[in-house]
Each structure stands twice: as C-alpha cells, then as structure tokens.
C-alpha cells in the first residue's frame, strides 16, 4: 500500500452529516456529533473555503502532506452527481499541488469496484468504513441494515485497490458482550486494516437509544467499563502492528447539549491512555522487591498519562506500596506510551537481570480472560 505517514498530515475536516446513509442506525445523530446541527448541505463553494482556510492557517509551518477528509456521512451512497462535486471542488487544489489526498466514510454494503473506481479516479486514497461490530446479532439490533460479511468483503476490496483502509468501531452497542467486542476486534486484525477508531456509545437526544434507553431496554457501559473495554482493543490492535488514531468523539458544545446517557468524557482517550500506562508499570515493577528502586523511563509528553488524570495513576501507585520503588525520568527520543527501566548504578542488580526483557521499551498485554476480569483491567 501507499503510505502517507512518513509526516503528519494536515487533516482538513469538511463535514457532510448522514448525507448519503438512509439508515437510522439506533446511536446516531450525526448532526449533534458532528456539531452542525440544523446546518444545510455544504456546497462545493463552501468545501473550496474551508480548504482555503486550513491550507491559510498552517502556512508555512506544515510539514506533512494536506488531506481533505469528507466525516459524518456515507460517502458512496451519495448520487454520483453529489459524489462528483464535491470530489470536484478539490480537484483545483490537488492540480495545484496543496492538496495530496482525499479520505472519505462511508458504509460498508456502499462499497463496490465502480465505486471505489470512482474514489481513485478523483484522488481519494483512504476510505473509512463504520464497520462498528461485526457481530450479526449486534448489527441487527444497532439497526445497521448491513452484515459482518458486506463488511469484510468492503475492507478486502478497498486492499485490494491499494487504498488505506480505516475500520471504525463502537464500544457498548445493543446486545454486545465483552467476548462478543473481543471477536469482533480479533476479525477486524486478522483483515490488517491501517487504523481504527474506536468510539464509545453514547445516548443522545432523537436518536433510537434514547427510546430504548427510556423503556429500560438500553443500559450504556459505565466509563469504567467502556475505558478497559478500549483499553484491551487498543493493546490487542497496537500489538499487531494497527494504529488507533482515535479513541472517543470529539467534544463540542452541540454533542453535549444533545448526551442523554453513556460514558462520556471529554479527554476519554487519555483515560484509556493512561490505564495502559498505569498496568505496564504496575506489571514493570512486579519484581522489585520493598526498600529497592529502579528508574523508570518515559516519552517526555507521556507525563501526563503516566500520573493519571489529577494524579488518578499516581495515587493508585501509592495506595499499592508503589510509588517508593521507581524514580521517574523523562526521554524526548523514546517512543510515546512506552516504558523501559533502567537498573540504577549498584543497586537492584539481581531484580533487574530477573526482569529480562523488561529492560527496555516494553509493551506489556492487559489480561485477557473476560471472565475473570469482566471487562476490566485491573
């Protein structure tokens, strides 16, 4: 595949909310997430300014390439016509060489060779695909109105055309078990997607959950729930090579106007982030034995998910009799969410050589067992 990581892209979002999708999946309001609610349809003028002002903005300081992202609608379901555009009204900025590529979302049972023919034809080289579960059962009761297969069969196809491939996915949709996510996420590794976002489930004003959830039908996850069930996809993902760009919906004032129930926060991605960080140090310093200490080593802007959000991870440290065996430092080379110890000079010697392959950057797996640990990671 075409790889467009070798610098951070400047993403342009232009946002075109449930345009496309004729689906009433039970979870979405895509005008209150995408916080253009009671907007009208973007016109392709609008997409030139919009792309204008980013391309303004990062002026001289972007490094990476530029990248129009078409969020919140169903991309290949729209009349070809629409397609054509609002693909077109990127066409003079890629002439111009301002623009590199185009990333589009969209359904999976939207995806077929004419289309994803059209989508390279006018420069798209990563498409989205709310696969959300691959789960039957779960499918039908989210209202989804495609099938784990129509999915599968998108993500071969797109790989097969050489475009990136991004799978999204949600956490606590109607009917899904922990076991029955762990499947799902297992399913998707094994189709070697480049990246996945993974989104909690929220309730929201007019959306089918929020009968579902006012009859008592609908329970969303706690926050704790929600943040171990990401954590393990994020560590299942990241150990087999498979980036998760995002975890958690982006705040803004029209989504939580609009939150009804479920596990929302604001910074839910660093919450997940650092229930990572706070097991692989609480497995680093299993073996250091009372009255020792070893010295820990982070990336420089992992500080804050290191110590928790106000001091969460610290303080848990602390009750555990652990905080006294480690003194921390920071590495601006080291690679971000990783941790390596280093032995101090004459002290911990014997412990150190026990660790073996903790001496160094170390990704250390959640537990694995739903049963016992019921979707927590401790």
Known sequence: MGSLNDAMPLVIPVFIPHEGCPHA??????HRISGRAGSSPVSPGEVGKIIALWLNRAGKKRTGPAQVAFYGGSFTGLPVARQEELLGAVAPFMAEGQVQAIRISTRPDYVDPVAIDRLRRHGVAIVELGVQSLDPEVLMASNRGHSAGQAIRAICLLRAANLQVGVQLMVGLPGESFLGQRRTVRQVAALCP??????PVLVLKESGLAALHAQGRYRPPTL?????RTAWMKNYLAGRGIRVVRMGLQPCPELEEALLAGPYHPAFGELVLARLMLHRTRRALRGVPAGEKVRLSIAARDRSIFQGIRSANSKRLRQM???ERFELVTDPLQPRATLRIIALPGRFAQASERM????GNCYLPLAENPR?????VR
């Open 224 to 228: 704790e729930q929600a943040v171990a």
């Open 321 to 323: 009799g652990l905080l």
């Open 356 to 359: 073996g392959a903790l001496a």
């Open 25 to 30: 999946c039970v979870f979405c309001n895509q």
């Open 194 to 199: 480049d990246f996945v976002r993974i989104y």
């Open 372 to 376: 016992s640990r019921k979707g927590h």
